[in-house]
């Protein structure tokens, strides 16, 4: 059974979700007043969740509002080449020191998100909850780290590369093979594939951004 997820209370990790889900997206507007009521809390916390995510770059200036930021294609780039090195040290340390519990989880994952191949919504979240397990199984704090500040970043794309036709599945099977590597405990396996699941996921993104123009 996969892990279940905290219910989110405070008003940083309430807004991060909004953007990561879509619900904001780059180029929104966030208002002060229309966060505390849709979150029912006051102002003050909201008021500390919006300064710490333009601190992040997250949010940006337009004016004196505040807006969802969005990354152009230097950014993006810059991004995926950062994600798929962190990412594939991730994988080599998960298969070097991932306990046989953790291990179990992401084959169950992988089991479990199978039927959500034809939900890009549904399996991006599950995608994220993959990839953070890795990370998690990884045992390095600092990495982990690292790795939050990547995905917070990659919120800021309108779009998810699975919902580009049969990614979802093409996308499962890659996962299957990252776990298999991580079972075998095969360091070298495990970086590759999950190196070349970025790489992959990247060049879908491009040409999702190509087929747009």
Not at 7 to 21: C, K, N, P, R
Not at 80 to 97: P, S
Not at 132 to 149: C, F, G, T
Not at 161 to 184: C, F
Request: glycine fraction near 4%.
């Amino acid at each position: 059974m996969t892990q279940r997820q905290p219910i989110q209370t405070d008003a940083y990790s309430m807004i991060l979700e909004a953007i990561d889900v879509g619900d904001y997206k780059p180029g929104d507007r966030l208002v002060e007043s229309d966060l505390a009521d849709k979150f029912g809390m006051s102002r003050t916390p909201i008021r500390e969740a919006l300064q710490r995510l333009e601190t992040q770059s997250l949010l940006e200036r337009d004016g004196r509002s505040l807006i969802v930021a969005s990354l152009d294609h230097n950014q993006m780039s810059e991004l995926y080449i950062v994600r798929r090195e962190l990412e594939g040290l991730a994988a080599r340390l998960a298969a070097r020191h991932a306990t046989p519990e953790e291990i179990r989880l992401l084959r169950e994952m992988v089991i479990v998100d199978d039927a959500l191949v034809n939900d890009p919504v549904a399996l991006s979240r599950a995608n994220r909850r993959f990839h953070k397990q890795i990370h998690l199984a990884s045992h390095n704090r600092y990495l982990v780290q690292q790795l939050d500040l990547v995905h917070r970043t990659m919120a800021l794309m309108a779009t998810t590369s699975l919902a580009a036709q049969g990614r979802g599945q093409i996308a499962q099977e890659e996962h299957d093979g990252i776990v298999k590597a991580i079972e075998a405990r095969d360091e070298e396996a495990a970086d590759k594939a999950l190196r070349d699941h970025i790489s992959i996921a990247f060049m879908t993104r491009l040409q999702q951004d190509a087929d747009r123009r």
